[in-house]
């Protein structure tokens, strides 16, 4: 009875010294940060979204003054409903998802969508 005791304890501390995580060499703060950022970037664009950023067109009106550009391909979308204020900031970088429509547009040289979702991106 006792050998069955010992024998349940030695593999109680093997199975409990097997499953603690291994120290591997130390990383610096700031690679954690880039690693994070990259795997964000890449779970971003699997779920559809595009890299943009807001331009604003001073001289015209609404709905034409803010406008989004996608950063690969240099198109400019005019989005369906006006940008909410936290969005309206010239040169801001934004996470877009978007699905193109079949009207005309109101602003030169855009294309009307309706925006899916969008985000603030660092």
């Not at 703060?29 to 990259?38: A, F, G, L, R, Y």
Request: neutral net charge; hydrophobic residues 35%.
């Amino acid at each position: 009875m006792n050998l069955v005791k010992i024998v349940f304890v030695i593999v109680g501390i093997l199975s409990l010294s097997a499953c603690c995580p291994k120290k591997n060499k130390t990383s610096s703060p700031s690679d954690q940060v880039v690693t994070i950022e990259k795997n964000s970037e890449m779970e971003m664009s699997e779920e559809g979204f595009q890299k943009a950023s807001i331009v604003h067109f001073e001289e015209e009106k609404a709905p034409c003054n803010y406008l989004i550009e996608i950063e690969d391909t240099k198109l400019l979308l005019e989005p369906q409903k006006e940008l909410d204020a936290e969005f309206k900031v010239a040169k801001s970088m934004v996470w877009i998802k978007y699905q193109p429509q079949r009207r005309m547009s109101t602003c030169p040289n855009s294309q009307p969508v309706g925006i899916i979702a969008i985000e603030k991106r660092n």
